[in-house]
């Protein structure tokens, strides 16, 4: 089992900055994509970053320009550098990892996620 912890959200005033970062744990010998989807009060869960084993990124365009996903695959982490937010970022921001290769060279048949966590933009 993949497990993924997620740390960094909170509340911040628009145009500020938060960094999360988000740690899978277990038998993983490497996970192929990594990132970040959101989901604000009353929509459905949104893409906003993801990042391949290769370092290919992919973005939501409500976020580019603002948004930087970076990850260490030696570490299995990945993290999410957010600036200038805005009040319509607020939402639980959930890591996901999928592509999982276990310890045993079986590859996983479906995609983790993280508990997530709050990040609140007033305005």
Same mark, same amino acid.
């Given at each position: ?15 500020? !900055? ?9 038998? *993983?010998?490497? *996970? ?36 930087? *996903? ?52 007033? !305005?």
């Amino acid at each position: 089992q993949v497990q993924l912890v997620e740390s960094g959200g909170g509340l911040v005033q628009a145009g500020g !900055s938060l960094r999360l970062s988000c740690a899978a744990s277990g038998s *993983i010998l490497s *996970i192929n994509v990594m990132g970040w989807y959101r989901q604000a009060p009353g929509k459905q869960r949104e893409l906003v970053a993801t990042m391949s084993r290769g370092n290919s990124r992919n973005y939501a365009d409500a976020v580019k320009g603002r948004f930087t *996903i970076s990850r260490d695959n030696a570490k299995n982490t990945v993290s999410l550098q957010m600036n200038s937010l805005k009040p319509e970022d607020t939402g639980v921001y959930y890591c996901n990892a999928d592509g999982v290769v276990y310890g045993n060279f079986l590859r996983g048949r479906r995609p983790y996620w993280g508990q997530g966590t709050q990040v609140t933009v007033s !305005s």
